[in-house]
């Protein structure tokens, strides 16, 4: 329902009418709920809960958020500054305002829920500025039971038609030092931080989701939503409770470049109760258009496995060569794997000529049209279509978008001739062109152009090195997934990767309606299963010579071993003026090109990870192996006497020194349970779900039965209970079927919930399928161990996670 202009405009002041206070807690509770009184206007949610108040005073604008009677967001600033001083900040006064309410219901093609309830009232607010050069626009506010929205309109800025934005002055001045979770902004790994938690005094500039708890109870989420045409909003701490909105620059300094008129993205801000709340609010979406594209059935939810996993542990490669990944051979045996296990796709990573790895140099080279030669793209797809499996093409693009713009119709052109229907496309690198930040105005504008010219092609869309979600599937279906925070892959690169904490914080940031291909599924947690078996090696000495520094525990790690922590054996003491430590390990290594490197324990500093390259300020050398065993690269690295003594630091024997000090260092590994693997596939939404794992390491393992179970496509979600950073327990509804999932992940604690069953339907009948962490399982000790149960559930259901564990059931109904 779409109500009509607002009969409720009152400008006289209160003291006047002696019933006034009744007559305007009337009109809240039974009008439109938006009120301009002298120079503030109120604008209350449906359900009342949330009371938005524009302020009008000395020229500025403001506003200020009450939720449930308390003050949510102090008086906070409102307002644009432009180029060659034109300003809409200062000198303000509102000509006038119309009001709407929207109650209605529409329907997601595929998502998390099936139908979204959009139900807001709205103000238009009309601003001048005062003098003869006016500038106008239009303020816009969408009150709604779960938060905020509003946007700026500028319709003019005296007689220009185009304009640089400055600064966009909008203001977040919390009522309370709240705590928060946030990633920092303007980092080389983009996104791809782990999450910080800290009062919002203490942060920095970050990026949105900007998650906070108030000390009642309330969260609080800041977004962006409709993000496009405009540089993506970041949120800048003050040292104190007031934030305030930074927008990206291009490389030039400006932060949006736009003709006029124009409109901002929405300013967001969720308000629920609880933690749980946040997750199931899909204000965001709300806030985008409808869907543009029309009939998207060709939009399908899958589950994929791939070629993938073997480049980040080192054991294969991108770029063709020796160890190139993805060849026609390893294709085929990845779509028969799918194909045997009902799975829909195969991601081939590294197929496109060209390609020099995810890293480009100066130029990139990647042809998105030729293949390797090793890689027949045309077989390859016609045999995994006589499997009834695709192929998911893969688009490295290593951040050239120039390159891959030129490219995109003919590429996008060879999928759809092939049947592929999927793209992922990775933008690898600090910045994209090595120039414009991935979420500035640049950034903004290239992810919308490539999505919108996949839809011409009927492809949907996995990003990378992604800009953030700001709820553009609505509009565009296609826009499956995205990465855009840290993965698994972290686990493959990262010593300690993501700690257990991390998957119980990416609910309430990161994935606030917002699907992410975080890639689970991993089996083999300990890495115990990576080396080939028919793998010729020959050996090689590595040496570390410390000339009187005394560091200890020095680990060896490199490509060929996956990065893993290897210790080092102390052959020789030499002396004379300063003591000479020799550290050696013999490695058994494949043919091939290896960086390598060694970390050391300093105890002067307590670090036991200083890494000898970056002390010595040089690359990681490599070793190189031929076919037939010839060694040559660098084997020998040496540091040099700092100037401290030896026998000053330490007072020890020469006897084995690697007791002093330091702790052998952590092998990489991924930091969950087998059971928590599973309850990520229900936990972290996306329509298309990985197997990350090779594919070897599925074979004969009771738990790959819920992968093939679990849908991808969802009617109904529930939060049953849930607290950031430490667990979340919650449960979805097959669109297809009766069956519910439960999914549930712990950080490093242990715990014990007893849930109720009400959301199944009581006129069915349902077996519990169950995955649980084992007896004794542990994230650390023992994560493998996994009980596997048939239960029939009763009213209530109660389930335990170990250290870093998860649970997991399938509740199938009995037809």
Partial sequence: MIGEQSPFIMNSPVSK?????????????????????????????????????????????????????????LPSRLGLEFGHSASLSNDLYITSEHHTIVDETWEQPWGEVRKIKNNYRECTVSIETKGNLKHKMRFVVRVYDDGIAFRYQVDSIGDLNKAVISDEITEFNIAENATSWWIKA??????ELLYQSTPISEIDTVHTPLTLRLKNGVHISIHEADLKNYSSMQIA??????????????????????DIPFQTPWRTIKITDTAGELVTSYLNLNCNEPNKLGDVSWVKPSKYVGIWWGMHLGLW??????????????????????????????????????????????????????????FNLNHVQNYAL?????????HETSGGTFNYLAQIDPAFQKMKELGVSKVKIGHVGDLLDKKEYHYGQYGVAYFRKVLEKAAEYNIAVNFHEPIKDTGERRTYPNMLTREGARGMEYNAWTIGGNPPQHETILPFTRLLESPMDYTPGIFDLLYENLEPIDAIRFPVTITLYDEGNGYTNPRYKSAESFWQDKP???????????TTLVWTITENMRPGE?????????????????????LLKISNPSVQLSP???????TKLSIHNTGLNYNKRFSASEGDLNDLGGVIGKNLRVNTTLAKQLALYVVIYSPIQMLSDFVDNYENEPALQFIKDVPTNWDTTIVLNAEIGEYISLVRKDRNSNDWYLGAITNKKNRTFEIDLSFLNANLEYIAEVYADGENADWETTPKDLSLTRVKPGNTYAFSMAKGGGHAVRFRCIE
Avoid at 38 to 63: C, H
Avoid at 319 to 337: L, V, W
Avoid at 386 to 394: A, M
């Fill in 628 to 634: 037939n065993g010839e060694i040559s690269g660098q």
């Fill in 17 to 73: 009418f002696s019933m006034m206070p009744f007559l305007l807690s009337l009109l809240l509770l039974q009008g439109y709920g938006c009120i301009h009184h002298k120079k503030e206007i109120r604008v209350v949610s449906p359900n009342k809960a949330n009371v938005f108040s524009l302020i009008e005073r000395d020229g500025r604008l403001y506003y200020n958020i009450h939720h449930l009677g308390k003050s949510i967001i």
């Fill in 237 to 258: 701490g003050k040292k104190t409770n007031s934030l305030h909105c930074d927008l990206a620059p291009w490389s030039d300094g400006s932060k949006v470049k736009t």
């Fill in 186 to 191: 303007y980092q080389n790994a983009r996104y």
């Fill in 594 to 614: 290896w960086e390598w490197g060694v970390s050391i324990h300093d105890i002067e500093s307590d670090n036991n990870h200083l890494w000898v390259p970056d």
């Fill in 317 to 374: 490669t991108w770029e063709a060569g020796p160890r190139h990944g993805a060849t026609t051979e390893r294709s085929k045996k990845y779509i028969d794997f799918a194909a045997r296990n009902g799975f829909d796709e195969v991601l081939i990573e590294g197929n496109s000529a060209g390609l020099t790895g995810l890293f480009a140099g100066d130029t990139v080279t990647t042809n998105f049209i030729e293949s390797t030669t090793d």
């Fill in 386 to 394: 006589k499997k009834g499996v695709s192929i998911q093409t893969y």
């Fill in 568 to 578: 080092m054996s102390q052959q020789t003491i030499l002396h004379g003026n300063d």
